[in-house]
């Protein structure tokens, strides 16, 4: 997910990968950086960070292979395929989405990316300060949003209805 106020400047490669999609789905991270746990020394502890890319493109892939399973079952109703050929189809396919789901589980199970992993991710070399100031307007415009919906939902009626205050 790009920040609403990300700028993409000359900083922004046209080329960006995203985390996740090609390289493996996992970050380096040097020994001692808030890992918490004692490690041996020399060695960098990878860390699985979540792509949104992926789990939308994913979750793409799984749509397509329900399309092709509903494709298979109309194929042997239409008695196009006999019952062998069916069940040895819609048992691959089943395999296939089997597979699918639990990719798109192991990716939700991987770690939130930080606003620099996600300005990195999406190709934008930002200092710290920039990194900051970007999760600094985030949370700012997080907050009026919170503040302008308890607003609205305390003085419109219909809405004020609608969340069950009468």
């Not at 995203?18 to 918490?36: F, Y």
Request: charged share 25%.
């Amino acid at each position: 997910m790009l920040p609403f106020n990300a700028q993409a400047g000359s900083s922004a490669p046209q080329n960006a990968q995203h985390v996740g999609s090609a390289n493996g789905s996992t970050l380096q991270q040097p020994e001692g950086a808030s890992s918490g746990a004692g490690g041996s020394s020399g060695q960098t502890r990878h860390r699985r960070v979540r792509s949104d890319y992926r789990c939308h493109s994913l979750s793409l892939e799984r749509e397509a292979l329900l399309v092709e399973s509903k494709e298979i079952t109309q194929q042997y109703i239409d008695g196009v395929i006999n019952i062998s050929e069916f069940r040895e189809l819609f048992a691959r396919c089943k395999a296939k989405r089997h597979a699918v789901l639990q990719a798109i589980e192991e990716e939700w199970d991987a770690e939130e990316p930080t606003t620099a992993e996600v300005l990195q991710d999406w190709g934008y070399d930002y200092t710290e300060e920039e990194v900051k100031r970007v999760n600094r307007d985030i949370f700012n415009y997080t907050s009026l949003r919170a503040c302008n919906q308890s607003r609205s939902n305390k003085y419109f009626p219909y809405r004020r209805q609608l969340a069950g205050r009468h």
